[in-house]
Nanobody, 123 residues
Framework: VQLQASGGGLVQAGGSLRLSCTASRRTFSNNGMGWFRQAPGKEREFVAA????????LYADSVKGRFTISRDNAKNTVYLQMNSLKPEDTAVYYC?????????????????WGQGTLVTVSS
């Protein structure tokens, strides 16, 4: 099972990026999906999560109103649209598949992880 994250890059503050995470070898259409990030020297932290049908979503306070998580189960892909980016959003972003049908703030509720994609926001 593999989760492939992509879409990271270098962007100026105030800009936008859209991250994608595509699953291979199995479908996660019945699983919650989440995005986490890890900045240099910091612990990995929750960013956003969605339930299996995108009926419910969760966001970290730091990204509410700026980031949007979505999914396309037909493509086995989850997205993270990031707008109004700030330098403090700089991190490696990881996607993950949850054990259950809903997303969670807790890393312990995810049992498949992607390799990460680097987002760098310049001031």
């Amino acid at each position: 099972v593999q989760l492939q994250a992509s879409g990271g890059g270098l962007v100026q503050a105030g800009g936008s990026l859209r991250l994608s995470c595509t699953a291979s070898r199995r479908t996660f259409s019945n699983n919650g999906m989440g995005w986490f990030r890890q900045a240099p020297g910091k612990e990995r932290e929750f960013v956003a999560a969605t339930s299996w049908n995108a009926g419910s979503t969760l966001y970290a306070d730091s990204v509410k109103g700026r980031f949007t998580i979505s999914r396309d189960n037909a493509k086995n892909t989850v997205y993270l649209q990031m707008n109004s980016l700030k330098p403090e959003d700089t991190a490696v972003y990881y996607c993950a598949a949850a054990r259950f049908a809903v997303g969670s703030y807790s890393m312990a509720q995810y049992n498949y992880w992607g390799q990460g994609t680097l987002v760098t926001v310049s001031s």
